[in-house]
């Protein structure tokens, strides 16, 4: 049961990696592609490296002239992120599989954060202003283009998210100091016997402060009794 578990957790952060390493050339190929026009759109010189642009561009507006003529900048924003998801990527599989390091867990998560994030704002943009770049197209040219490579992102993304935090939850938890107020039952004799010794010792003093005191409040009551006897 035990060799299952451990072949099913192998197999999670295995998808993880295979993950990144498709994601990484696909957002490359988009960031170059928005950064790069008009070059990279029909009629640009370095539009043969990215043909399949072509269509895309009639799918999603957002990637097409007008969008482009008009100066709209989501799409070159989009393609910043795109730039800091693959460093963050790479990183992950660096730190994973050729440098092991412990900050692996924390740059996959991150990554996966970013893609989550701009894909939901991607879909939401489109949807608070009516559809205004992807209306156009049919059900099924949408949905083959559009609605189901977005559902994709997040729904991978999503398990990435959940796969990675976890970790990072778990070894925080392993990492974390004890608290300092430990209840009596999970004490060891050793400390039990130091605090018995430390409350007797400061009990003692407080007696002998207070006989000192009673000491020397008679000493001084004695000798004022004296005086008044010799007045007297």
């Known amino acids: 049961m035990a060799q299952s578990d451990s072949s099913s957790s192998r197999w999670v952060y295995t998808c993880i990696s295979v993950w990144f390493a498709i994601t990484a050339p696909i957002m490359i190929m988009d960031a170059l592609y928005c950064l790069l026009r008009p070059r990279t759109m029909i009629g640009g010189d370095l539009h043969w490296a990215f043909g399949l642009y072509e269509v895309y561009q009639e799918v999603d507006y957002v990637y097409g002239v007008k969008a482009f003529e008009n100066g709209e900048g989501f799409a070159d924003a989009a393609a ?42 991607y879909v939401t943009q489109e949807y608070f202003c009516g559809w205004c770049a992807t209306g156009h197209n049919t059900l099924l040219k949408a949905a083959f283009f559009w609605y189901m490579p977005n559902c994709v992102w997040i729904l991978l993304s999503s398990l990435t998210i959940y796969v990675l935090g976890r970790d990072i939850i778990s070894s925080l938890r392993v990492t974390s100091p004890s608290t300092s107020i430990s209840s009596p039952s999970s004490r060891t004799p050793g400390a039990s016997n130091h605090e018995a010794k430390l409350k007797l010792n400061s009990e003692t003093a407080s007696q002998t402060q207070s006989q000192s005191w009673v000491g020397a409040s008679s000493g001084a009551g004695g000798g004022s009794a004296g005086k008044t006897l010799k007045v007297h």
């Open 80 to 121: 910043i992120l795109n730039l800091l998801e693959i460093f963050a990527n790479l990183l992950y599989l660096l730190t994973t599989h050729v440098l092991p390091h412990p900050c692996s867990p924390l740059l996959g998560y991150s990554s996966a954060l970013m893609t989550l994030s701009k894909t939901i704002l």
